[in-house]
T-cell receptor, first 119, second 114 residues
Framework: GAVVSQHPSRVICKSGTSVKIECRSL??????MFWYRQFPKQSLMLMAT?????????EQGVEKDKFLINHASLTLSTLTVTSAHPEDSSFYIC???????????????FGSGTRLTVV | AQSVAQPEDQVNVAEGNPLTVKCTYS??????LFWYVQYPNRGLQFLLK??????LVKGSYGFEAEFNKSQTSFHLKKPSALVSDSALYFC????????????FGAGTRLFVKA
């Protein structure tokens, strides 16, 4: 159980276009999802926290108009990279939180990641 | 603010030998600590976690980690390394009380030589 599907796994797009990445929790409801970005040989950097039915909370330095996050249902969050540039090329990973409440022993499940290349 | 440090960029070990991947953390409240493994171009796979209870935590694939509160450490260990253990390992921390964000260390690349 607790599977998170992330799609697409790889995408190549032209500069100036937009790309949408989907993150789905397949067998549980995820009230909260997280989007991370990973540069080569570096750690995961939290970009934003996405709560179902409300606006995402972005980390400092992340452009909310560039990285649009929508969490319209309990099983789907999307990240749209708008007007992509080569410097947006990266590995993007989502994570979904199972369970509710604060400080609880809830689990986090990660998607398999999306390799974005902007040419 | 919470933080995680993995002091080694890379760890090399011979197959069959014990391995240790180091992690220290800083968090204001009680820590929830995690280890994840990542293979090339893949997402993260959960190995183990410490929430409360026994300081020695056993996880997937024969890995274990020891929570040391006085040293604020959570080192990952395995008694006998396999070549297939070669991967990138991330330590992560989440503040236990009301914490939502998981903060990751920089990662340690493990090479196991046959």
């Amino acid at each position: 159980g607790a599977v998170v599907s992330q799609h697409p796994s790889r995408v190549i797009c032209k500069s100036g276009t937009s790309v949408k990445i989907e993150c789905r929790s397949l067998d549980f409801q995820a009230t909260t999802m997280f989007w991370y970005r990973q540069f080569p040989k570096q750690s995961l950097m939290l970009m934003a926290t996405s709560n179902e039915g409300s606006k995402a909370t972005y980390e400092q330095g992340v452009e909310k108009d560039k990285f649009l996050i929508n969490h319209a249902s309990l099983t789907l969050s999307t990240l749209t990279v708008t007007s992509a540039h080569p410097e947006d090329s990266s590995f993007y990973i989502c994570s979904a939180r199972r369970g509710t409440g604060s400080g609880a022993n809830y689990g986090y499940t990660f998607g398999s990641g999306t390799r974005l290349t902007v040419v | 603010a919470q933080s995680v440090a993995q002091p080694e960029d890379q760890v090399n070990v011979a197959e069959g030998n014990p391995l240790t991947v180091k992690c220290t953390y800083s968090v204001s409240g009680n820590p929830y600590l995690f280890w994840y493994v990542q293979y090339p171009n893949r997402g993260l796979q959960f190995l183990l976690k410490y929430i409360t209870g026994d300081n020695l935590v056993k996880g997937s694939y024969g890995f274990e980690a020891e929570f040391n509160k006085s040293q604020t450490s959570f080192h990952l260990k395995k008694p006998s390394a396999l070549v297939s253990d070669s991967a990138l390992y991330f330590c992560a921390v989440r503040e236990g009380t009301g914490g939502f964000k998981t903060i990751f260390g920089a990662g340690t690349r493990l090479f196991v030589k046959a």
